[in-house]
């Protein structure tokens, strides 16, 4: 049990205990309250403490190698949930390409060049080996590891989950298209894609600071993502000596 999980067990069980406690010794409607409301805070409390914190993944490829990842995923989603890909998803995600489709023509190039439509469900024996190659951490920051040095450049957690969801990474590609200097109509549909996916049904406004967005991560400005190697000596982005995991 990491430093966040064990913070937030042990906080929930003492307040939990203690608020029971008091209802034990004292059987009255006041103290009922006082119990309910007790748990609640340490509910909220333990909600809390697992909205925080950043996500290290370590990928193991061999008794040697390691892959190092770091982004600002809370603790209460540091795990390997999005590296698995179950039906359930895929219904959704057809649906949402459904839907998409039927406010415009322009977005079905680049729901295919997101892979978004031919994403293949992950089986039990590949979401085997994913669980046991990939170690997950709840950690205070990225850049206490020492791989993040600017803490401006990843994406927020609610950037994170944009830029991985099914309208962001379509978005990604029509956003690609939209400056294509070389193909005015690629670029117009591109355009078009781009400001559906983007536009707020009930108030008609584009949002730009995803649009931003996703122009910052097309150019690097923005990651996903913090990583590097560990033990293999022709990696161009090896660990620094004083990384922390």
């Keep these: 049990m990491n430093y966040f999980d064990y913070k937030s067990f042990l906080l929930f069980l003492i307040l939990s205990f203690l608020s029971f406690s008091i209802f034990q010794c004292n059987g009255n409607e006041n103290t009922f309250k006082n119990?309910?409301?007790?748990?609640?805070?340490?509910l909220l409390y333990f909600i809390k403490i697992r909205s925080e914190g950043n996500c290290l993944r370590i990928e193991t490829k061999n008794s040697d190698i390691k892959n190092i990842y770091?982004?600002?995923?809370?603790?209460?989603?540091?795990?390997s949930n999005n590296l698995i890909y179950t039906n359930e998803e895929k219904n959704y995600r057809l649906k949402e390409i459904s839907d998409l489709n039927?406010?415009?023509?322009?977005?079905?190039?680049?729901?295919?060049?997101?892979?978004?439509?031919?994403?293949?469900v992950t089986t039990e024996n590949e979401e085997d080996v994913i669980k046991q190659n990939n170690f997950y951490k709840s950690i205070e920051s990225c850049e206490s590891t020492q791989i993040a040095t600017d803490y401006n450049t990843l994406t927020t957690y609610d950037e994170w989950i944009f830029l991985n969801s099914t309208l962001g990474k379509?978005?990604?590609?029509?956003?690609?298209?939209?400056?294509?200097?070389?193909?005015?109509?690629?670029?117009?549909?591109?355009?078009?894609?781009l400001n559906?996916?983007?536009?707020?049904?009930?108030?008609?406004?584009?949002?730009?600071?995803?649009?931003?967005?996703?122009e910052n991560y097309r150019n690097g400005i923005k990651k996903l993502n913090?990583?590097?190697?560990?033990?293999?000596?022709?990696?161009?982005?090896?660990?620094?000596?004083?990384?922390?995991?």
């Design 170 to 193: 379509i978005a990604v590609m029509a956003e690609i298209a939209s400056i294509n200097p070389l193909n005015q109509s690629l670029q117009d549909k591109g355009k078009n894609c």
């Design 196 to 214: 559906t996916i983007l536009t707020d049904e009930v108030t008609g406004i584009i949002d730009n600071e995803k649009k931003k967005l996703i």
């Design 35 to 42: 119990r309910e409301n007790s748990y609640n805070l340490s």
């Design 102 to 120: 039927k406010k415009t023509t322009e977005c079905i190039s680049f729901i295919l060049q997101s892979g978004v439509s031919t994403e293949k």
């Design 70 to 79: 770091c982004d600002r995923r809370p603790m209460g989603v540091c795990n």
């Design 226 to 245: 913090f990583n590097c190697t560990l033990g293999d000596p022709g990696s161009l982005n090896k660990c620094s000596g004083s990384l922390i995991y």
